[in-house]
């Protein structure tokens, strides 16, 4: 049964940095991609960023380019969000899932991290 544990969340002043966690079981990270996802209040769920099976390629919404960074321990099944210089507009619930493009466990969304950014 695939479970995906989002975890790092919590309340930050705007220029401040968050790392998110997504531990995964029930499948084994290292033969796909992963990404993360976020939902704000009223908007639909949004790809933030995207990496590789290997690791060695990655790539990110506009809106996050140069400030978040993805990474992933294969050894672990983990992938990480390293967050920097949030804005308030980052603000929303972040979930992880399989896949480059699109969710590979569309019904097996975890309970997401949220994170507030606000002064």
């Known amino acids: 049964q695939v479970q995906l544990v989002e975890s790092g969340g919590g309340l930050v002043q705007p220029g401040g940095s968050l790392r998110l966690s997504c531990a995964a079981s029930g499948f084994t990270i290292s033969s796909q991609p992963m990404s993360w996802y976020r939902q704000a209040p009223g908007k639909e769920r949004e790809l933030v960023a995207a990496?590789?099976?290997?690791?060695?390629?990655?790539k990110y919404a506009d809106s996050v380019k140069g400030r978040f960074t993805v990474s992933r321990d294969n050894a672990k099944n983990t992938v990480y969000l390293q967050m920097n210089s949030l804005k308030p507009e980052d603000t929303a619930v972040y979930y992880c899932?399989?896949?480059?493009?699109?969710?590979?466990?569309?019904?097996?969304w975890g309970q997401g991290t949220q994170v507030t950014v606000s002064s």
């Open positions: 990496i590789s099976s290997a690791g060695l390629v990655t």
């Open positions: 899932n399989a896949g480059y493009t699109y969710p590979k466990y569309s019904d097996s």
